[in-house]
């Protein structure tokens, strides 16, 4: 589902941002040492540039059954995440990107572009839904959404040359003809380490949706109305939500760039206006919606 994504962040959040992570050396150099000189941090810097990383994540996430429901499921959540000649690339549950401007290293801007893909699996199994007038609504076949998206973050901004702001704005539109619309998705992310094995971070986007978008996924037709027992309902689109998170990651060996790692993400999602007004969330469901996500990251 969609609102799994955000929890998902967190499984790849250390690899994302391990480049920008202060070296070990840095922080704690060795006795009768002291840390490296900019010339040497930057030697350093160009010679990680263009590396190849791979980062590879599993963990359990608890979602709502669908989107606006109050009713909770756990479900295993995959990610991974890695870097080839500077290009980044990300799967997070039912989400892949790639950006294909290469990533610069340091404290510095770094420009996003590139294609992004998400599987809309929102309805889809209706033995997942707990709500017997929801489920009498019937399944919604899995729509495909494919776009892209820009972007801008800034590396050394606030609390060290480490910690990083990015901004960005995605649009997909579904090409299976399920929903047939376009999603407009701008968002706002902020990561800090805290040390060489501790990172943090915060977030939050919006959803803008098409009216097909909105009817499909929370609209009641006479005909649901009559199987469900809910009232028709025939909503617009615009603005659909709000969401805002956070994130922790603490590397169980080595640090933030290699080994082992613990992540956490929670994310709080309100929808709004005829989203939240829909019979399926205002009589069946709750336009508030928590996801809670947990698991492990090893980095290579």
């Known amino acids: 589902m969609r609102h799994a994504l955000f929890p998902a962040i967190a499984l790849v959040a250390t690899p994302a941002f391990a480049q920008d992570a202060p070296p070990a050396e840095a ?10 000189t900019q010339a040497a941090a930057e030697q350093a810097a160009a010679a990680e540039e263009g590396a190849a990383r791979l980062t590879i994540g599993a963990g359990v ?3 709502p059954d669908y989107e606006g429901s109050d009713d909770k499921r756990w479900t295993p959540l995959p990610a991974a995440n890695g870097t080839i000649a500077g290009m980044s690339f990300t799967v997070l549950g039912n989400r892949a990107s790639m950006d294909l401007i290469p990533n610069p290293t340091g404290p510095t801007w770094d420009f996003q572009f590139g294609p992004v893909a998400v599987l809309n699996l929102n309805r889809t199994n209706i033995d997942a839904i707990e709500d017997s007038r929801v489920a009498a609504l019937g399944e919604i076949d899995t729509a495909v959404e494919v776009g892209g998206f820009v972007g801008i973050g800034k590396t050394g901004l606030i609390t060290s040359d480490y910690d990083k702001l990015s901004l960005s704005l ?67 689109g615009g603005q659909k939500d709000i969401t805002v998170g956070g994130l922790f990651t603490y590397a169980l060996t080595g640090d933030l760039t290699k080994g082992l790692a613990l992540v956490t993400g929670v994310s709080y999602r309100k929808l709004l206006g005829d989203f939240a007004d829909s019979p399926i969330v205002a009589i069946a469901g709750s336009r508030h919606n928590w996801t809670f996500g947990a698991g492990l990251a090893l980095t290579f």
Do not use: C, M, Q
């Not at 922080?27 to 490296?36: D, F, R």
């Not at 992310?189 to 915060?202: C, D, E, M, R």
């Not at 929370?218 to 909503?235: D, K, M, N, R, Y």
């Open 27 to 36: 922080v704690n150099p060795p006795a009768g040492e002291t840390a490296p």
């Open 61 to 63: 996430a608890n979602i």
């Open 170 to 236: 995605s649009y997909r539109h579904d090409v299976t003809k399920i929903h047939k619309s376009g999603i407009w998705t701008p968002s706002i992310n902020y990561t800090t380490p805290l040390s060489t094995k501790a990172l943090v971070g915060i977030f939050a986007s919006a959803e803008f949706v098409e009216d097909d978008y909105a009817r499909t996924y929370f609209g009641v037709t006479p005909a649901g109305s009559v199987a469900s027992g809910l009232p028709v309902f025939t909503p617009e």
